[in-house]
């Protein structure tokens, strides 16, 4: 079965960075892209980044573009967020989920990010 | 990119249908047919329940159905159950290449 296991989260200071990890298991990582989603608390989706299956095309939502970098190990099965310059607002779990062709089928349990001083 | 547009809540009594709506513009939802639904329960993480626009994964109740017309696409639930009580999200896929979420409806069944 499909499983997602992010790790990495945790408390950083403002400005700081901060990696993210995510295994994947129970299917052929090289083969799907990969999103990022966070929540913040209390509060709804929203999409972070994709990176497609070989890792050369990536996309990013307009509030992380230029801080955040999405990247992928297809040799280890791992998806990676490079979160660069971090903002209060930056606080949220964070999913690592499998992209289908147009939505989301497979969703890991989530890391939680707080950015705080 | 601006959120798609959701009602914040909806409630029903078991038993009867309830429809959430999903507005975007003729950037995603109206442009594309890759509009994704998602119930979400408290503390678990999102589950897909309906994938371009109208089709359901395999597991998924037959009382979830989707629907399109323009920018606006929709969610109805019938036969509504204490488990359907969650949030839910709708996506599209944009002309950038991104992905959009609505901001979530809470239903509530009564």
């Known amino acids: 079965q499909v499983q997602l296991v992010e790790s990495g989260g945790g408390v950083v200071q403002p400005g700081r960075s901060l990696r993210l990890s995510c295994v994947a298991s129970g299917f052929t990582f090289s083969r799907f892209g990969m999103h990022w989603v966070r929540q913040a608390p209390g509060k709804g989706l929203e999409w972070v980044a994709i990176v497609w299956y070989d890792g050369n095309n990536k996309y990013y939502g307009d509030s992380v573009k230029g801080r955040f970098t999405i990247s992928r190990d297809n040799s280890k099965n791992t998806l990676f967020l490079q979160m660069n310059s971090l903002r209060a607002e930056d606080t949220a779990l964070y999913y690592c989920?499998?992209?289908?062709?147009?939505?989301?089928?497979?969703w890991g349990q989530g890391t939680l990010v707080t950015v705080s001083s | 990119q601006s959120a798609l547009t959701q009602p914040a809540s909806v409630s029903g009594s078991p038993g009867q249908s309830i429809t959430i709506s999903c507005t975007g513009t003729s950037s995603d939802v109206g442009g594309y047919n890759y509009v994704s639904w998602y119930q979400q329960h408290p503390g678990k993480a999102p589950k897909l329940i309906i994938y371009?626009?109208?089709n359901r994964p395999s597991g998924v109740s037959n009382r979830f159905s989707g629907s399109k017309s323009g920018n606006t696409a929709s969610l109805t639930i019938s036969g509504l159950q204490a488990e359907d009580e969650a949030d839910y999200y709708c996506?599209?896929?944009?002309?950038?290449?991104?992905?959009?979420f609505g901001g979530g409806t809470k239903l509530t069944v009564l």
């Open positions: 989920a499998r992209a289908g062709d147009g939505y989301i089928d497979y």
């Open positions: 996506s599209s896929y944009t002309s950038r290449s991104t992905v959009v």
């Open positions: 371009d626009v109208s």
